[in-house]
Nanobody
């Protein structure tokens, strides 16, 4: 089993940066693909970025490509989301999630993921 705890959210002005962290407990982190999702009020949860268990594959939503970077440190059991050039439309609760299949494929649908964190709020002011 994997427990996930996100941190690093906050309030930032448009054009600013934040780095989110997701710390995992449990023995299967290093073999799990990890994803970041977000959910704004009144909207469905959407995929933001994902990284395979090895770190060899990454995938981004078009809306964040070139601005956000996902990375992982398996020794620290942590996945990161570096967010640059933030826009007001990036405002949402950000969740990390773990997909325990040992695969280089990064899935984008929430129901493909087995475990979720509690979320961290990111607010971008204009």
């Amino acid at each position: 089993q994997v427990q996930l705890v996100e941190s690093g959210g906050g309030l930032v002005q448009a054009g600013g940066s934040l780095r989110l962290s997701c710390a995992a407990s449990g023995s299967t982190f290093s073999s799990s693909a990890m994803g970041w999702f977000r959910q704004a009020p009144g909207k469905e949860r959407e995929f933001v970025a994902g990284i395979s268990w090895s770190g060899g594959s990454t995938y981004y939503a078009d809306s964040v490509k070139g601005r956000f970077t996902i990375s992982r440190d398996n020794a620290k059991k942590t996945v990161y989301l570096q967010m640059n050039t933030l826009k007001p439309e990036d405002t949402a609760v950000y969740y990390c999630a773990a997909d325990q299949r040992l695969s280089e494929v990064v899935f984008i649908r929430p129901n493909e993921y087995d475990y979720w964190g509690q979320g961290t709020q990111v607010t971008v002011s204009s």
